[in-house]
C-alpha cells in the first residue's frame, strides 16, 4: 500500500499538537484520512500501542474541539508489512465550522484544507460556514465571538427577579447543548457590536449640532441609555386655564419606549451599520436598519398585524415584561397622539424603518386651505391628479405603480396632496381611496 499526502491524506509519524489542526480542515472542508505511523514521504514505520494511540487522539478532539466532532471521526488499525498504523477517517460535519476550543471560531482557530497543507480560514470563509450551517437567520446563527459575558443583561433579569442562568439561555435560545453561543446571545451580550447613534439638532434641520452619542454594550444596556438620554431632554410646558395647571411633556413616554423597543426588536442585524435617532426641535425620528418583511406593507403594520424579524429576541424581551403583546406598539404610538392635530408618520424603504414623532409643544405651523391654488403641483403631483381626475380615486398602489415608486415614496406625495387640501381620504387600511375635493 502505497502513502502519499494530498488534500485529502496527511501522514503522520506519531502523536503531535498539530493533528487537532488536521481534523478541524478535513471536517470543515471534504473529509479526509489521516495515518499515524507514516512518515511525510510514504514509509511505514508503524505504532506500538494502535489502541492507546486511537484514545489519545479522540480525547484530544473531544476536549479541544467545538462543536462535538467525535462523531464524525472513525479508527481503524492497519497491519502493513508486521507494522501496525492508525487510520482516522474524518467525515465532513454537520456543524461547521470547527474550531480550537480555545482560539474560537477566529481565522487562528478555525482550518481549512488548502492542498496538502491544513491552513487558517478566512474570515468570510468562515461566515460561509456558519450560514450553510446553520440557515439565514441571523438570531440563530452562532456567533464568531464566543467570549461572551452579560453583566447588564443577568441585571435587568435579576430586577424581574427572573433567573439568568444556563437552563433558561439554553431555553431562550442564546447557548447550545455544545456551549456555543449564537448572535441572539452576542445581542445581549456586554460585546454587542451593534450600536445607537443619537444626534440633536439646533432647529428643524441638520444644519447645526448640538450633541452627538453612540450607545453600546447590551442591547438592554443600549435601551435603558437610549431612554434616559431621550427623557432628560423630553421637556415639560405648563398652561394654566384658571386655577387649573396643564403639564404636557414635549413627547409622550408611551412612544418614546413603543419606537425604541420597535428600533431594538424589529431591526436587521444581519447589517453592521448603526441605528439612528435624530432630535429636532419640532420632532424625533427613530431610523431602524431593515424594511418590513416580504408580505407585509405598512397599512398591515398600521392594523396592528406583526410579523416579527426577530422572533427569539422579541420573546426575550416578551418575558421580561417590556412588551405586553406583538402588534400593538403601533397603535400605542397613535393613540398617544390621538387629540393633536401633528400625528406620528410612518416611512419605510427596502432596507429601512423611520418612525417620527412630533414635538407636542412645538407651534403648529397652520396651512391655508382656503387658496390651495397657491399650491404648485411638481411633475410627480400632477401626474396623480390627472390619475384620479382620470379615474376618481386612486389607491397608495395605485400611485406607487403609476409612479414607479415605493409605497412609502407614494404615501409621503398622496399625504402632502391631503395636507394641501388637494385630495381627501375615504376608508381605513386596505380600503383606504383617495379623491379629488371638489
Excluded: W
Amino acid at each position: 500500500m502505497h502513502f502519499q499526502e494530498s488534500e485529502t491524506v496527511e501522514l503522520k509519524e506519531v502523536v503531535v499538537d498539530d493533528i487537532k489542526k488536521e481534523i478541524i480542515a478535513f471536517a470543515n472542508c471534504q473529509g479526509g484520512k489521516l495515518y499515524i505511523g507514516v512518515r511525510d514521504n510514504g514509509e511505514v514505520v508503524g505504532i506500538d500501542n494502535p489502541d492507546n494511540v486511537a484514545l489519545q487522539i479522540s480525547n484530544m478532539a473531544r476536549d479541544t474541539i467545538k462543536p462535538d466532532i467525535t462523531l464524525f471521526l472513525h479508527y481503524e488499525t492497519i497491519e502493513i508489512n508486521n507494522k501496525k498504523i492508525i487510520e482516522v477517517d474524518i467525515q465532513r460535519g454537520t456543524d461547521r465550522p470547527y474550531y480550537l476550543a480555545r482560539k474560537g471560531m477566529r481565522p487562528e482557530g478555525v482550518y481549512v484544507r488548502q492542498g496538502y497543507s491544513s491552513v487558517p480560514a478566512t474570515d468570510g470563509a468562515i461566515r460561509k460556514m456558519i450560514k450553510e450551517t446553520d440557515g439565514d437567520h441571523f438570531e440563530e446563527m452562532r456567533s464568531l465571538d464566543q467570549n461572551l459575558t452579560f453583566k447588564a443583561t443577568k441585571e435587568e433579569f435579576e430586577k424581574r427577579n427572573i433567573d439568568f442562568d444556563l437552563a433558561p439561555m439554553r431555553s431562550m435560545k442564546m447557548i447550545d447543548h455544545d456551549g456555543i453561543y449564537s448572535n441572539l446571545a452576542l445581542l445581549l451580550s456586554d460585546q454587542c457590536i451593534h450600536t445607537i447613534k443619537i444626534a440633536v439638532f439646533q432647529g428643524e434641520d441638520q444644519s447645526e449640532f448640538k450633541d452627538r452619542r453612540e450607545f453600546s454594550g447590551s442591547l438592554l444596556k443600549q435601551m435603558n441609555d437610549v431612554y434616559e438620554f431621550i427623557d432628560f431632554r423630553n421637556q415639560t410646558h405648563s398652561t394654566v386655564n384658571k386655577l387649573i395647571r396643564n403639564d404636557v411633556r414635549d413627547y409622550p413616554e408611551v412612544a418614546i419606549r413603543e419606537a425604541l423597543l420597535n428600533l431594538l426588536v424589529h431591526r436587521d442585524y444581519a447589517f453592521s451599520a448603526s441605528a439612528f435617532i435624530n432630535i429636532y426641535e419640532n420632532r424625533i425620528e427613530f431610523v431602524s436598519i431593515g424594511g418590513l418583511l416580504p408580505g407585509i406593507d405598512l397599512e398591515d403594520v398600521m392594523m396592528g398585524i406583526s410579523v416579527c424579524r426577530n422572533q427569539n429576541l422579541a420573546n426575550i424581551f416578551y418575558r421580561l415584561q417590556l412588551i405586553e403583546a406583538y402588534g400593538t406598539g403601533m397603535s400605542k404610538i397613535m393613540n398617544a397622539y390621538k387629540n393633536q392635530e401633528n400625528k406620528p408618520i410612518i416611512e419605510t424603504t427596502k432596507n429601512a424603518f423611520k418612525i417620527i414623532l412630533p414635538n407636542k409643544n412645538s407651534r403648529v405651523q397652520e396651512i391655508s386651505y382656503e387658496e390651495p391654488s397657491d399650491y404648485y403641483l411638481n411633475e410627480r403631483e400632477q401626474k396623480v391628479m390627472e390619475y384620479i381626475e382620470r379615474y376618481n380615486e386612486a389607491t397608495n398602489e395605485d400611485v406607487s405603480q403609476l409612479l414607479d415608486v415605493s409605497a412609502s415614496t407614494a404615501s409621503r406625495i398622496i399625504r402632502k396632496l391631503v395636507k394641501n387640501n388637494l385630495l381627501k381620504q375615504e376608508g381605513k387600511a386596505r380600503n383606504t381611496k383617495y379623491k379629488i375635493i371638489k
